[in-house]
């Protein structure tokens, strides 16, 4: 069983405030740590804030004319906040982005082999990795010589990860990988983010709207709403949450509620956060 609280922190975000173009505040300080060799799961509705999460750590905002205005980022105990995207990957910090982005027109394995490219260890031991990733992804030994373009979503979404894998990473930010996808290829993802967390021991930081899928898979979660964090705990206590089960996984015990009644949750969801 996996023990967040006696696990070692890998990263820890604390209480960051995100700005876009100098005016438009999206993170309003958000604070949160991932315990090493675990699955956290952030979630939240559309344009709650997770994506900037994810990007405001690896560094990746700065293309998006935003910018860490407060707070500040740890990874092994050193600050991250300032840390460019490439030093990170040699770190050990990849992250995989919403929709994919393969380049279409190379092949699958081809893909595969660019998430390799910061490493310096010779092509034997990044030869003995890509068949370490056709084992986690059998679907793409199948595929290797399509390109990637030509693939499914399912399979795009696998090559990332695959890619992502390559670099030798001891933590993935994956964003949304549930997006578009059937369920059944949903289950099949979060089923290869656990074999692949148990088996190469990689920690996950994992943003998603899909709140029922990720808290099954994760050990623990955050929810994010509106640029703030406003529940957090154990995974299998969030599930059993009557507001998480209610608002989130769209069940509660008196049955589905009416628009009204979540207007009136809305001003009640003021005091949570
Ligand atoms: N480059 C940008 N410039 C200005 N505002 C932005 C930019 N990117 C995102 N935002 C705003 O920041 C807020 C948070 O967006 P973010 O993409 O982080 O949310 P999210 O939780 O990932 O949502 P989704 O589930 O839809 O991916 C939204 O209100 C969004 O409109
Ligand atoms: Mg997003």
Known sequence: MFDAENRETLLDVNNI???????ILVLKGVSLTVPKGGITALLGGNGAGKTTTLKAISNLLASERGEVTKGSITYQGQNITAQDPASLVRRGVIQVMEGRHCFEHLTVEENLLTGAYTRRDGSAAIKRDLEMVYDYFPRLRERRKSQAGYTSGGEQQMTAMGRALMSRPQMILLDEPSMGLAPQLVEQIFQIVKAVNEGEGVTFLLAEQNTNVALRYAHQGYILENGRVVMEGPAAQLREN????????GMSDEGRKSF????????RKRWLA
């Not at 405030?17 to 005016?23: M, Q, S, T």
């Not at 009557?242 to 996984?249: G, R, T």
């Not at 009204?260 to 001003?267: D, F, N």
């Open 260 to 267: 009204r009644e979540v207007r009136s949750y809305r001003r």
């Open 17 to 23: 405030e995100v700005i876009y173009n100098h005016v």
């Open 242 to 249: 009557p507001d998480v089960k209610e608002f989130y996984l």
